[in-house]
């Protein structure tokens, strides 16, 4: 197993979304050799799904924005738990962030007056997301992999190769961060990093990338649910590499359900539907034809919502006089609202609601206002939405919650060497995440993961003074990827024949069970019943094996995949069972109001043995471990950007007064 | 619910060979092909290899060819198949094969790599571009372009002769010249790049013979032979062989 | 697996049979009609050339007052019928003694032959390659428009400068075309109908070329510096949208036009004339 093809770098960056290659250009721009690896081709991330716009408070379509209204919007729509300086870098430097994409070829959609339009969207003061048309995501990536390449032509110019200092390994799939060899005395948590095992998924080779430092920028961890927007890349790799690699995960338990997701045709299951079908007009009914949502409107919400369906279509041409709709409440109320309907067996036939605009508006005006709509339901479902409605519920869209991170250098904790960024960095959105704060989040974090990386590994030196991987953890990285293969043999103390489990059934499980137990509404008994089915899912995922061989398997990748599901799932469980409240993207049935003294509060999952050794049966228990941390107060001058009665909704008395 | 069962071949083999297999499979109400290579996955053949990712349509990995027609197989609705019909489904024929319905794909990413990259304005400060709307967006239509490589794929240039693979770019990279080269902003005539004048010498515009398959093949409905490679091609022609335009220019040193 | 695996040799195969690629014996698999498409076009063009031929070697029944058939038009030999107020232009002596439509459609046929639809539709109808989409096509090499004679499809533009003068000569004879047969003005006959929608196809296929786009604004950078010319650029994208049917659409009309002009020359048919 020693004898695998090993090359070193100076900055490994995992994953080649928005947050990865946004890393990668900064580490070679920095003067540091990098590598990317992502599971993928190059240019196919997730990112490309992403259809609002990047937020940056460019202020060109109302000068009145700027970081400070910015800052003060992402706090709010976190609901304060906000890793409040990662808030603010975000705020103030996304515009240079975004400007800069200008030069490197992005053509964003324009104002009058020739700059970068910007456009209204959900929690926004002003307009303030530069997008072009509703493909924003793919501009983003396209201008970053083009940005790659321009870099790769100077290589070549100065060099003759290509690859010289930037290199792109697409479909390869990282298992392991590897470390130092731990000195005799030292605790095993003071390892430094010194790269990363990988496999590259065409041919199932292994080969190991010596570096001092490593970038994880993964993104989230939404395909250990049934119903998601997310890609199947989306499997909390980076979550579950940084927590065997000893660094802890924060505030796992927030995680976004976006109510309108199609459920029907299952083709499509969980791609969003935009929240301005609702805006236009388009309204939710049960199977009895019944606009449910004026049954659940809360009584703080009373005051602002229409309480007769008259009164709520009045609204659409008349705002000023009318109050809105029930079906443009708060996401999370939505989404509550839906999954009571379907429970209490008024779903549609697939298990959503109806999602209805075709007696609402004349055909021609749906494919007006709504032509995406109309164009994504007409493709992709063959359902023409304006004669037919569309069958909706809640999909899992996005992770708040992540690896945590120092907010200036994106720097893991406990683990020196390793950086975060993107949608596996958490801490930026606190509770809830804002539309449009994504793309411009793996920019500003994007680049800083990648400038404190490669000075990072530049201080690291040369030769003997680099880190080396311990070879010990390269080859049980090794055993770990090919077990899948040898799952059909005996286990101990039991006769052989036993047959290896179907990866894929073991997926399918592992999604239901968090869908149904952990899904948007949570109960505390229906938690530990998760946490029961995941230990039992985790020794049975022990066997899981797969026919063939290496070459492009994907039963194999499946299998090799459910490790980092597994454990995400876990912290994601344990984390919403600890928390006794409800906030932003994490709702308590049993908790539903809102705690000022769990804002102070942080939850950090550990792996309960850090050595690292996964063991073939793995403790019953679990693995991880939940810790709590107060947060850092909110610096004074931060404060003050907000009215005294805000913050006494949010903070805590000591809070103010400190 | 309507559901059926429905007789499939799919290629299965790698460089050293392969055949089509047949397959019998359920199909529910509702689903494209992809679903269909994803229960044979789970059920029948754990080891197919097939790319995909966003199953919307929106990244361009899941391309291969459906009953001899490229197409993105997540983008093909199993109701326009008759119940009777056998779907054939193969690897994009194209490019060399590496397992199943995967392709080696890495000839696009050499000829992206031989398209000069944007040139940024002299003198223009990040956040002080100026453009308008109607300049942008002839070259945003191209940018639409989520690179399924199917036009690559379609194009009887390098399709029916591995020989002509060195010599040109693909309609897609093409594609990208005349993106650059209506790029309002691209500044680089003024660094000594011509790239009109390249398109034909170094990335093989005349193999083009405007046939229009990857525009019939184009998933988002980017008009590329209308759009790109005529225009393209009119560009190169000012250039090459029209002595007046040519004239003009020197004259008047137009960068128009 | 099914039979077949081993590796069928493959020397010297090409294309989709190359050594690389995924090994499918037949050079295509498409289910549908896709020969329809080639066949068609093929058919729809030997039958013009087969027509046209004829009728501009006849050197007869091209001019029946007040009409004149669009493949003599303008006439510019001795040989020609003098046509009262007509495009008589005796630019050629009286040496040429074979038809005169010879000297003035080479201009429309090599506006027509350079120009990009019908590029594409003989390519594919013709010389097969491709002839349908993802179907292999025949030849053992390829060098598409790189190398002469080919690459003179190039000069596309200068048939197109060309075109518009006989297009002008065309709506010449489509006014002359309301008189009568006496050259009294202010009449009109079914020619006259025929002539007039003949020449707006003509008009509208020769502005909704492919290199009038680019020459109206299609060369520009910056629209916003040219309104007028991105207005034209505009209307002349939307006709150039529409560049196949019109190619189709002012192809049949002008051989139908002729066609009317020959049964009223020849005595066949007679004019009926609507006042």
């Given at each position: 197993m020693t004898q695998l093809e090993r090359q070193g770098w100076d900055v490994v960056v995992v994953g080649a979304g928005g947050a990865g290659l946004r890393a990668a250009i900064e580490a070679r721009e920095q003067g540091a050799r990098t590598a990317v690896i992502c599971k993928s081709l190059f240019g196919k991330a997730h990112t490309v799904m992403a259809e609002g716009g990047i937020a940056a408070s460019m202020g060109n379509v109302n000068s009145g924005d700027n970081w400070q209204v910015h800052f003060r919007d992402t706090l709010r729509g976190g609901k304060f738990l906000n890793q409040w300086r990662m808030a603010e870098l975000h705020a103030r430097e996304a515009p240079d962030r975004v400007w800069e994409l200008e030069t490197w070829g992005a053509l964003f959609d324009r104002t009058p007056d020739g700059k970068i339009s910007q456009r209204n969207f959900g929690g926004h003061e002003y307009p303030r997301l530069a997008h072009v048309g509703d493909r924003t995501g793919l501009e983003l990536i396209r201008t970053l992999q083009q940005k790659i390449v321009s870099l790769q032509q100077e290589d070549f110019h100065e060099f003759g190769d290509y690859e010289a200092r930037l290199k792109v390994f697409q479909e390869c799939t990282v298992t392991r961060v590897l470390k130092t060899v731990s000195d005799s005395g030292s605790a095993a948590g003071e390892d430094r990093v010194a790269g990363t095992f990988c496999y590259e998924r065409e041919s199932g080779r292994f080969f190991v990338l010596e570096a001092p430092a490593v970038v994880l920028a993964t993104g989230g961890i939404g395909k250990s649910f049934k119903v998601t927007s997310n890609s199947w890349e989306y499997t909390g790799d980076g979550h579950a590499l940084a927590l065997l690699a000893g660094a802890p995960l924060l505030n796992m338990e927030f995680v976004q359900f976006h109510p309108t997701g199609m459920v029907w045709p299952p083709s499509v299951k969980g791609i969003l539907v935009t929240e301005s079908v609702r805006g236009d007009g388009g309204v939710l009914r049960n199977s009895d034809g019944k606009r449910f949502m004026f049954d659940y409107i809360p009584d703080i919400f009373k005051e602002k919502y229409a309480q007769t369906e008259e009164e709520g279509d009045r609204w659409y041409e008349d705002p000023d006089n009318n109050r809105r709709p029930p079906e443009l409440l708060p996401r999370d109320e939505v989404a509550r609202a839906i999954n009571s309907e379907v429970k209490a067996g008024r779903g549609s036939p697939h298990g959503g609601v109806f999602l209805d605009v075709s007696t609402r508006m004349p055909a021609e005006t749906i494919r007006r206002r709504l032509p995406s709509m109309y164009h994504q339901f007409k493709e992709l479902a063959d359902v023409d939405i304006t004669a037919e409605a569309m069958e909706v519920g809640p999909t899992c869209h996005y992770v708040m919650g992540g690896v945590a991170v120092d907010s200036d250098t994106a720097a893991t904790r406990d683990v020196p060497g390793l950086y975060a960024a993107g949608e596996v960095a958490g801490g930026m959105h606190g509770s809830n995440r804002l539309g449009g704060n994504s793309l411009s989040d793996l920019l500003v974090f994007g680049r800083r993961a990648g400038l404190h990386a490669a000075q990072y590994a530049i201080a690291a030196g040369e030769g003997t003074a680099r880190p080396r991987p311990d070879s010990a953890q390269v080859d049980a990285a090794a055993a770990e990827a090919l077990r899948p293969f040898s799952a059909e043999g005996p286990e101990p103390g039991e006769p052989d024949g036993r047959p290896p489990e179907n990866p894929y059934t073991l997926h399918q499980e592992l999604q239901q069970t968090m869908n149904d137990l952990v899904g948007i509404i949570r109960r505390a008994p229906e938690m530990e019943q998760a946490l029961e089915k995941l230990a039992g899912l985790r020794v049975r995922a022990q066997r899981a094996g797969v026919e063939g061989h290496r070459q492009f398997n994907p039963g194999w990748h499946l299998a090799l995949d459910l490790r980092n599901m597994l454990l995400v799932s876990e912290c994601v469980a344990r984390a919403a069972l600890e928390r006794t409240e409800s906030r932003g993207g994490h709702t308590?049935?049993?908790?539903?109001?809102?705690?000022?003294?769990?804002?102070?509060?942080?939850?950090?999952?550990?792996?309960?043995?850090?050595?690292?050794?996964?063991?073939?049966?793995?403790?019953?228990?679990?693995?991880?471990?939940?810790?709590?941390?107060?947060?850092?107060?909110?610096?004074?001058?931060?404060?003050?950007?907000?009215?005294?009665?805000e913050l006494v909704k949010y903070l805590a008395e000591e809070e103010l007064h400190g | 619910m309507s559901s059926y069962t429905a007789a499939f071949r799919v290629w299965r083999g790698d460089a050293d060979g392969g055949a089509l297999e047949d397959f019998a499979v359920e199909v529910n109400e509702g689903e494209v092909v992809l679903d269909i290579i994803h229960r044979l996955q789970a059920t029948q053949a754990s080891d197919l290899a097939v790319r995909w990712n966003c199953k919307a349509g929106k990244c361009g990995s899941c391309s291969a060819e459906i009953n001899g027609r490229p197409r993105l197989l997540c983008m093909t609705r199993m109701s326009v198949f008759s119940p009777e019909e056998t779907i054939t489904v193969t690897p994009l024929r194209a490019f060399p094969v590496v397992r199943d319905l995967v392709t080696d794909v890495s000839f696009n990413y050499t000829k992206a790599r031989e398209v000069p990259a944007f040139v940024p304005p002299p003198g223009v400060a990040a956040g002080d571009y100026r453009m308008q709307q109607i300049d942008v967006e002839r070259p945003q239509e191209f940018r639409k372009c989520i690179e399924c490589f199917l036009c690559q794929d379609t194009c009887h240039v390098v399709r029916d002769h591995e020989e002509n693979k060195a010599a040109f770019a693909g309609p897609r990279f093409l594609m990208r010249i005349a993106e650059l080269d209506m790029h309002p902003l691209d500044a680089a005539a003024g660094a000594g790049l011509d790239r009109r004048k390249t398109a034909q010498d170094e990335h093989g515009l005349g193999y083009c013979n405007i046939t229009k398959c990857c525009t019939e093949v184009c998933p988002e409905n980017i008009k590329i032979t209308d759009n790109a490679l005529i225009p393209l091609k009119e560009r190169a022609a000012d250039r090459k062989y029209d002595p007046l335009v040519w004239l003009g220019d020197k004259i008047f040193r137009r960068s128009e | 697996m099914a039979t077949g695996t081993e590796p069928q040799p493959r020397t010297g195969a090409q294309g989709v049979h190359d050594a690389s690629r995924a090994a499918i014996a037949p050079r295509h698999l498409r289910t549908d009609r896709w020969w329809l498409a080639p066949a068609a076009t093929a058919a729809g063009l030997l039958a013009f050339i087969v027509y046209s031929t004829w009728r501009a070697f006849a050197n007869a029944d091209y001019y029946a007052a007040p009409y004149v058939s669009p493949f003599y038009s303008p006439c510019l030999a001795e040989n020609c019928v003098p046509m009262k107020g007509g495009p008589n232009w005796e630019i050629f002596g009286s040496w040429w003694g074979l038809s005169p439509a010879l000297l003035i459609l080479i201009f429309p046929l090599g506006f027509r032959l350079t120009c990009y639809y019908y590029r594409k539709a003989y390519y594919r109808g013709f010389w097969a390659s491709p002839p349908a989409c993802a179907v292999a096509e025949p030849h053992r090499t390829y060098s598409g428009e790189t190398r002469f004679?080919?690459?003179?499809?190039?000069?596309?533009r200068y048939f197109f400068y060309a075109a518009v003068p006989v297009a002008g000569i065309l709506t010449y004879d489509t006014v002359l075309a309301f008189r009568d047969e006496t050259y009294a003005w202010g009449h009109m006959g079914l020619g006259t109908i025929v002539f007039l929608v003949n020449i707006v196809l003509i008009w509208a296929y020769t502005f909704s070329c492919h290199s009038c786009r680019h020459i109206v604004g299609g060369r520009l950078r910056h629209f916003s510096k040219h309104p007028v010319r991105y207005r034209l650029w505009g209307w002349v994208g939307r006709l150039n949208a529409r560049h196949m049917q019109l190619a189709w659409a002012s192809l049949i009309s002008v051989a139908l036009a002729d066609f009317y002009v020959y049964l009223v020359a020849s005595g066949a048919f007679d004019d009926p004339r609507l006042f």
């Open positions: 308590r049935e049993d908790c539903p109001a809102m705690e000022r003294e769990w804002r102070r509060v942080n939850l950090l999952c550990r792996l309960t043995d850090v050595s690292g050794g996964l063991a073939p049966a793995g403790p019953p228990q679990g693995l991880i471990a939940l810790a709590r941390e107060t947060t850092e107060p909110i610096r004074p001058d931060l404060l003050g950007l907000f009215e005294k009665e | - | 004679p080919l690459i003179l499809q190039n000069i596309h």
